[in-house]
């Protein structure tokens, strides 16, 4: 009898010990008793500050501050702080009852309630000191407003310095791209914004500082605005000239090869540009692009995969595949249109960008109106385009002209040509002849 009775306590000993393993992890714990230690921490030092602020109106000082305090209904803070400590409270109790079940299951729960209440006495806590830090704000405030509003109008003085040369610069830029006056004053709107916000500010500064009952809050908050702007006028200055430069350079990124190595298992895919910036070409050599960029170009060899035009920000390029230059035309700084005997337009590239013919294969009058309608009004900056019809395009891959300009390229050289080839037989053979137009072919067009 006695055996078994050892025996069974034994058994119980041995279960409590598992339920104990099986119970709340030892880090989630340790974290929510401290949490509910820190409520009482909370609640004593929250009492230290009313006692702190109950002296403050017994002093000499609360007739400075007593405006403040009104205006700002700063012993509401302390009612906030009491309704956080009483939620607090409640949180409270809930992790003791779940610490005391001790279940494993309870784990995540525990975690919540935790944060909550740390949440809520950090609320607690933080309303309860903003009247004294106030205090000591408003004081050193008043102690040193000979200083601040020095340093107030130099800044401000700054800012206008800067802002007056920004104006400068926009006016240029409207005159030399006056069909981007538009574009140029919406990234000239921040700033025109942040230099009134600096004028008002200053305003408001040298009026209180002038009062004969200042308001040194107020006062302190048109000289942070001051601060905060100054403090980001430089760059936005250097931002805005920078994006305005970039109105005068234009440039094409042209895919003129490209290639994929093996190793082993992984694919390496690699691109070779013609970069032609402001009437200059130049060749770059090989980079290495993501198996994704590559699969959109694989029908682009020839074309620009990036084109940036006079007058647009480096932010508006087209990174479409679009033929070479077609992107300038329509615009008198690349050229005009010309008119054939057959009532046909043309453009006409000026002198420096005649070059542009040597990637479509044509003479410098490759493009007409209507085949450049049909790219601006359904295919610009929206997808690429490639001219002809699905089974005969003008440009890209797939052109007469690339097979014979590319001929000895890498990628002519590793079959590429034969199996865009051949890929394309197999899918007109399901589709049959007359697939789907991509886009208008450059015959002759009207104006």
């Not at 002296?55 to 609360?62: A, F, I, Q, R, T």
């Not at 702080?81 to 779940?98: C, H, I, N, V, Y």
């Not at 770059?284 to 590559?294: K, L, N």
């Not at 049959?432 to 015959?443: E, M």
Request: one cysteine or more; glycine letters at 8%; a neutral charge.
């Amino acid at each position: 009898m006695l055996e078994r009775r050892r025996s069974g306590l034994l058994l119980l000993l041995f279960v409590v010990l598992a339920c104990a393993r099986c119970g709340i992890p030892e880090p989630t714990r340790t974290a929510a008793e401290a949490a509910v230690r820190k409520v009482e921490e909370v609640q004593s030092a929250i009492e230290q500050e009313k006692q702190k602020y109950a002296e403050l109106k017994n002093s000499g000082d609360w007739a400075f501050v007593r405006p403040y305090a009104e205006r700002r209904a700063w012993e509401q803070r302390f009612d906030a702080a009491g309704e956080d400590l009483r939620e607090a409270e409640a949180s409270k109790e809930k992790l003791e009852k779940l610490l005391a079940s001790n279940k494993k299951a309870d784990m995540e729960r525990v975690g919540t309630e935790t944060a909550g209440l740390l949440q809520t006495l950090d609320r607690a806590e933080r309303a309860a000191k903003r009247p004294l830090e106030a205090v000591a704000h408003l004081k050193e405030v008043r102690d040193s407003k000979d200083e601040m509003i020095e340093q107030a109008e130099t800044q401000a003085d700054d800012v206008n310095r800067k802002y007056e040369g920004l104006v400068l610069v926009s006016e240029q830029a409207q005159q030399d791209h006056p069909d981007r006056v538009g574009a140029i004053n919406d990234r000239f709107y921040n700033i025109r914004s942040a230099h009134a916000d600096v004028q008002r500010a200053l305003d408001s500064a040298e009026n209180e500082i002038a009062s004969a009952d200042p308001n040194y809050m107020t006062f302190s908050d048109s000289c942070d605005t001051i601060t905060r702007h100054h403090a980001g006028f430089s760059e936005a200055d250097d931002k805005f000239r920078a994006q305005l430069g970039e109105l005068g350079v234009s440039y094409s990124k042209i895919l003129t090869d490209m290639r994929v190595d093996k190793e082993g298992r992984v694919r390496k895919y690699f691109h070779q540009y013609a970069y032609v910036e402001d009437g200059k070409e130049k060749r770059r050599d090989w980079e290495e692009v993501s198996a994704q960029f590559y699969q959109k170009h694989e029908k682009s060899l020839g074309m620009a995969v990036a084109t940036k035009p006079y007058g647009y920000f480096e932010d508006e390029v087209l990174d479409e595949a679009t033929p070479v230059g077609l992107a300038m035309v329509d615009d008198e700084r690349y050229g005009y249109w010309e008119r054939d005997n057959y009532g046909g337009h043309y453009w006409h590239y000026h002198r420096p960008f005649f070059f542009y013919s040597t990637f479509y294969g044509r003479s410098h009058r490759a493009y007409d109106y209507d085949g450049y309608q049909t790219w601006r009004n359904g295919y610009r900056g929206r997808s690429a385009f490639h001219g002809g019809t699905a089974s005969k395009p003008l440009y890209g891959t797939d052109s007469t002209f690339a097979k014979t300009q590319y001929a000895d390229s890498t990628y002519a050289k590793r079959g590429g040509f034969a199996k865009a080839g051949a890929a394309r037989t197999r899918a007109s053979s399901t589709q049959r002849a007359g697939a789907s137009r991509r886009g208008g072919a450059f015959g002759r067009g009207g104006k």
